[in-house]
């Protein structure tokens, strides 16, 4: 075979293989803040699945560092395309920093995943979320763990709730964010956001969930 032939089948192959719209929805936590882009877990979950024969294009990431569950909201009704293939939904931190209350949280989160589902035309098996990273296990949130702690579960145990009543896959990452004390690799070097590695132990724990993978080729 030469060379030109090689080329050619790898052309086919590209355009013989389908590739699906995956949109990130959150905040710091999705951004990745204070990590490469090709650290941030969306970005790691792409690489990951395509060790799966399950290939998405480059996350559209809505998220920033500091953004409530109003101001995503906002961010959301400004973005122009509607259907995406698979969406993702991460937020509440700053909720809980800035001083709201579990009880505000939780119909602001209940309104983003109903605006994420429509993303994705109603279908709620192309939605998946993930907890809120405990925060109070890093040098920055250390001095304030006990509080930051329960705060976080109130909201966490709202989110996890509302997902599993609509039926939506929930992944608990939390328990990941409370080994930043322990192994400060976990720990960004601005001492308060998740490393490169650390999101790789989230994507890692999504993967770990064979019916979810099973669940996305299906639907993918």
């Given amino acids: 075979m030469t060379a030109d032939n090689q080329d050619q089948n790898s052309i086919l192959l590209d355009e013989a293989t389908p590739s699906f719209s995956y949109l990130a929805l959150g905040d710091s936590y999705t951004i990745g803040e204070r990590v490469e882009a090709s650290g941030r877990w969306p970005n790691q979950l792409i690489d990951s699945l395509e060790g799966h024969e399950i290939y998405l294009d480059s996350a559209t990431i809505i998220a920033q560092t500091g953004w409530r569950t109003d101001e995503l ?38 309104e983003l995943l109903r605006l994420a589902i429509e993303r994705v035309g109603g279908d709620k098996d192309r939605v998946f979320v993930l907890s809120i990273p405990n925060y109070g296990f890093t040098p920055f949130g250390a001095r304030n763990k006990e509080g930051i702690t329960t705060e976080l579960a109130k909201y966490n145990q709202i989110n996890k709730r509302i997902t599993n009543d609509k039926g939506i896959w929930y992944f608990d990452i939390t328990a990941i964010s409370e080994q930043g004390l322990s192994d400060t690799a976990l720990v960004a070097a601005d001492q308060l956001h998740p490393s490169a590695k650390q999101y790789a132990l989230w994507v890692a724990e999504m993967m770990r969930n064979q019916l979810f993978v099973d669940a996305l080729r299906e639907v993918l």
């Fill in 73 to 110: 909201k906002a961010a959301l009704a400004t973005l122009d395309k509607f259907d995406y293939d698979l969406v993702s939904l991460l937020i509440g931190v700053n909720d809980q920093y800035q001083g709201k209350t579990a009880a505000s949280y939780e119909p602001a989160f209940e």
